[in-house]
């Protein structure tokens, strides 16, 4: 295990850091850098270099497109390239973060996603995309629809299995208690049906963090709920399998590998078990998310500082 990290009072710059989305992609972060002041060409060749991981590609533009220039220098970069499907499909997940931030309609990304999903149509990107979109704006049968399509693509799609779960997590139960909740048969059924060594094997934890998300704001609990969530039979299970998993694959390689370990890390603190919390928390270094830090209506940055603080005896 890496060394741990060291006391809060000397890791303000690192710190600083804490939920920057592109995670520990460094090559990412420093052409977002260049990207931002309008220099499109490392994007493209990182773009070039990246291939067909589907997980990758698809982190990267999505962390590319956040950037709130990113629609001006994908123009631009397609004025040069007109035929690039690179650019092309950059500009399509930056309009769907516009479309998100009010700047942009719904409409007008829907379109540019599929114009991009027909210039590369085994990239799942686009429909990654168009999986965003839905999530905010569409109904739960074009989100399905749309979830197949990525899945088509790369069965494994590490962000859109998160979005479904997540999405699923919010339905209420067709019948019987919450522990028969589909959003743990879904989870399930994805983990059983990747390789041993795929990240969705960390899936049904995602899904009894979103049920408690979503569960905790139903009932108006505070920050201190959820005990019994994480205390049941349903919760050790889960638990027990995918710290098991982690303890033999890990998956470094994998680049929103900080995601898992961040609901991992998360998930052994509300169980009560920090001394494993703490093992996570080695790894996350500073590469903290959003969520599930900010379950139940917390503030991510308080409330991921304090668990990491109190994991490792820290002062």
């Not at 299995?161 to 997590?169: E, F, G, P, Q, Y």
Request: proline fraction near 7%.
């Amino acid at each position: 295990m890496s060394p741990p990290p060291p006391p809060l009072g000397r890791a303000r710059k690192r710190d600083a850091q804490l939920f920057d989305p592109a995670l520990c992609d460094t090559e990412l972060v420093d052409v977002r850098a260049q990207f931002t002041q309008g220099r499109w060409a490392k994007a493209r060749s990182l773009l070039v270099a990246t291939g067909d991981d589907w997980d990758r590609r698809g982190h990267r533009l999505v962390v590319l497109a956040e950037t709130p220039a990113a629609t001006a220098w994908a123009r631009e970069w397609l004025l040069a390239e007109p035929e690039s499907a690179d650019a092309v499909t950059l500009l399509a997940c930056a309009a769907v973060f516009g479309a998100l931030r009010r700047k942009g309609t719904p409409e007008a990304a829907e379109e540019a996603c599929r114009r991009a999903a027909a210039l590369l149509p085994a990239d799942p990107t686009p429909w990654l995309g168009l999986l965003l979109l839905t999530r905010a704006f569409g109904t739960e049968e074009e989100f399905s629809r749309h979830f197949d399509q990525v899945r088509a693509r790369h069965r494994e799609h590490h962000h859109a299995h998160h979005l479904m779960v997540s999405r699923l997590a919010e339905r209420a139960p067709a019948a019987g208690s919450d522990p028969l909740h589909e959003v743990y048969d879904f989870a399930a059924w994805a983990a059983e049906e990747s390789p041993a060594d795929s990240p969705l094997a960390v899936l049904p934890v995602i899904a009894h963090a979103e049920r408690y998300r979503v569960l905790a704001a139903g009932q108006g609990h505070g920050p201190d709920a959820g005990a019994e969530h994480w205390s049941g039979r349903r919760a050790r299970q889960v638990l027990r399998s995918a710290f098991d998993w982690w303890l033999e694959w890990e998956r470094e390689d994998h680049p929103r590998n900080r995601v898992d370990l961040n609901f991992l890390a998360h998930a052994k603190l509300c169980e009560g078990r920090p001394a494993e919390a703490a093992a996570l928390f080695q790894r996350i270094g500073s590469h903290a998310t959003q969520a599930p830090w900010s379950y139940p209506d917390r503030d991510p940055h308080k409330a991921f500082l304090a668990a990491r603080s109190a994991a490792l005896g820290t002062a």
